[in-house]
């Protein structure tokens, strides 16, 4: 399983951005996506996850400001980032649990200026 991430984002405070995770190499349909961050010295953590069927949840951190889709058809998940804060930057990741394990994206840098 590969996971092509878009690639480094960043905004003012306040502002939107949109990420997109695209995979191969398994049946997108059926397994659920998510999203992490990480910033420096920190653990990575739970941002957003969507099941298979379209449920999704969030972070206590960016419920009501950011929202995750998936696209089955052309196999991507798009995370939508609204009402940024400087707190929000860091290394977002894509990931997925499939029957053979548990695969990451590459990475993408989102910087949000105050």
């Known amino acids: 399983v590969q996971l092509q991430a878009s690639g480094e984002a960043w905004c003012s405070l306040g502002g939107s951005l949109r990420l997109s995770c695209a995979a191969s190499?398994?049946?997108?349909?059926?397994?659920?996506m998510a999203w992490y961050r990480q910033g420096p010295g920190k653990q990575r953590e739970l941002v957003a996850h969507?099941?298979?069927?379209?449920?999704?949840t969030y972070a206590a951190s960016v419920k009501g400001r950011f929202t995750i889709s998936r696209d089955n058809a052309k196999s991507t998940v798009l995370p939508q980032m609204n009402n940024l804060k400087p707190e929000d930057t860091d290394v977002y990741y894509c990931?997925?649990?499939?029957?053979?394990?548990?695969?990451w994206g590459q990475g993408t840098l989102v910087t949000v200026s105050s």
């Open positions: 969507i099941t298979t069927r379209g449920s999704t």
């Open positions: 190499g398994s049946i997108f349909s059926l397994n659920d």
């Open positions: 990931n997925t649990r499939t029957w053979a394990g548990v695969y």
